[in-house]
């Protein structure tokens, strides 16, 4: 998830968020701009392991909100930099766990509704990273085992434990949030202070938010 910032958007400056909510219109995004592109991440990194935790109810809501739960996209550039990330890690046998991505306008508003903090829920009238293919939930895992690092939290734990300021743990966990955080920004990412696992691309293209359902992401994305 995305923190967009503490000040609450006027109606007239909300009025202004522009969600992309068709095909069509989202075909002709990629016509200007090619950086656009929504890009399967498994179609680019093969070795990625899934645990998209809101196509399931294992999540902080309770409710499964995707339909679908065997794919998930970002921005071409972010998912290029995440192969990079992939690549690096694999050097020490280890690799990467995609909690959530691309996340549909219209979960951002349930999620919304259910928690109404912006440390840890993007305010809809800004959008989020994630709605607009330009965040990751992702954590190190063992390639060899498939077995998760100590990250001293789970996913989704909303306390100061999750922060990455927060240093009371023991010094694997330390080193091994330090080793997500360093490896992720050397390809370009940002870290969210408030939560170890999510990173996000610069808005630098002023990407729209999308609220496209992963079955019409599916029909268009590459190695689809």
Do not use: C
Not at 23 to 51: C, G
Not at 130 to 152: C, F, P, Q, S, W
Not at 170 to 193: H, Y
């Amino acid at each position: 998830m995305l923190v967009t910032g503490s000040s609450i958007l006027t109606p007239a400056a909300a009025q202004q968020l522009h969600i992309v909510n068709t095909n069509q219109e989202y075909q002709q995004s990629l016509k200007r701009d090619s950086s656009f592109e929504m890009v399967e991440l498994k179609s680019v990194i093969p070795t990625l392991v899934y645990d998209l935790r809101y196509a399931t109810t294992n999540n902080f809501t309770g409710k499964q909100l995707y339909k679908r739960g065997k794919e998930t996209y970002m921005r071409a550039p972010a998912a290029a930099a995440l192969q990079r990330v992939q690549a690096m890690l694999a050097q020490q046998g280890l690799g990467l766990k995609i909690w959530d991505a691309y996340r549909p306008y219209a979960v951002t508003e349930t999620m919304w509704n259910m928690i109404k903090d912006e440390r840890y829920v993007a305010n809809p009238a800004k959008g989020s990273g994630h709605n607009r293919g330009l965040a990751v939930d992702v954590t190190i895992i063992n390639l060899a085992t498939g077995k998760e690092l100590n990250m001293g939290t789970g996913y989704d734990n909303f306390t100061d434990t999750a922060h990455h300021t927060f240093t009371q743990l023991p010094p694997d966990v330390q080193q091994n949030r330090t080793l997500l955080k360093n490896t992720m920004e050397r390809a370009g990412f940002t870290a969210l202070q408030t939560e170890w696992w999510h990173y996000y691309w610069p808005n630098n293209k002023n990407y729209d938010v999308l609220n496209l359902s992963f079955q019409q992401l599916a029909k268009t994305s590459k190695g689809k």
